[in-house]
């Protein structure tokens, strides 16, 4: 069992009750991905993936919500000497000459504390090294972490670790949720969305050529994270006039309540926050999709650091910075005709279906007609 290596997947705070819908995920997305797995078992708190690519399958793997952080992993029997032992061996391989190292020991223990295995293993690494110059760190300076869990009945001595999206599994809720991408904030509403476990059903909605760009490559950065192999997406044109950013947020809220009682999508997401917009024009935009019959949600009501986290591990902050302009807009009274250029979005839109992979920008192009 010693030489036997695992894909580790640790549920988040919130996926731990949903390991089912995770499990079922994991399969899937290794499917989308053509990745062979031999086994997916549950051991205490930990999901065991048995692959043939322990490399791609653990980054492949990390694009899923609803996990804390993936590892590739040595599997070991929980016994202390043996714990140790492992521990000192990944060590002295991992650890370049002068480096810290923190070791760091979680999980269940028989009669001793994961503390023990830490303090051992520490003197071990640095007995063992005592010719490199190699010191123990701290838990927040140091060059090498060496990572193991512990379960009843086995140890899991870590390789490599990454911290995952958190959130909740994706489609737990079985609950498809209308989305309109417009700019980067929108972009950042959809991962959110999808991160607490909802369906995406996505609407991209432009002003001209540029901006619809601009939007391509934001969407390329959201797509793999729908945990689909093919999708659907509808392309709505504005006009390059609509330029009062609170008249284009309220045009496109308009837009997602006709689609969804067009395609009877029960609920559409808002990205919306206090931080950034009056709580009178939120208000109106809620009631109005509550008239409709049409259920509001609002993932980006608590917008923090850790939703700006996660656009990082995403891959689109380098689109965010607009984001703080969004700050000095202010609420225009000037009336616009908000019914007619949503009739003349709609009469106008494009729907294109298309198989995700390496190529999708210029698949999107393609179907859309655009040059590239």
Known sequence: MENEIFVIVFPSIFGKNKTKTLISNIKKILKIRN????????????????????????????????????????????????????????????????????????????????????????????????????????????????????????????????????????????????????????????????KEGFTGKLIICYRDESDLQNLIKILNQILPFTLQPKIELEFLPLPTNLENYFHLVDVITQIAIEISKTKKITHVSLPITPLIFPVKFSDELLQKVFKNSIIPITPLSGLDEDILKTARQIGITKFLSNIQRLQKVKLQEKKINVQKIVQDAIKSKQKISIKLGANNIHDILDSLGLEH
């Open 35 to 194: 990745l062979k797995f031999e086994s997916i078992t549950v051991d205490d708190d930990v999901i065991v993936v048995k692959v043939d690519d322990p490399v791609i399958a653990s980054s492949t793997i990390n694009t899923l919500f609803g996990i804390k952080q993936v590892a590739i992993a040595n599997k070991i029997e929980n016994k202390f000497d043996l714990v140790i032992s492992q521990i000192n061996k990944i060590g002295k391989n991992l650890i370049l000459k002068g480096e810290k190292f923190l070791v760091k020991v979680e999980g269940n223990s028989k009669g001793y504390l994961p503390k023990d295995v830490e303090i051992a293993s520490t003197g071990k690494i640095i007995e063992s090294t005592s010719n490199l110059g190699i010191k123990p760190g701290t838990e927040t300076k140091h060059d090498k972490l060496l990572y193991t869990y512990l379960t009843k009945s086995n140890a899991y001595t870590c390789i490599f670790v990454d911290q995952g999206l958190n959130g909740i599994p994706n489609d737990f809720h079985n609950a498809q949720v209308l989305c309109c991408i417009y700019d980067e904030l929108s972009a950042l509403n959809v991962i959110e969305t999808i």
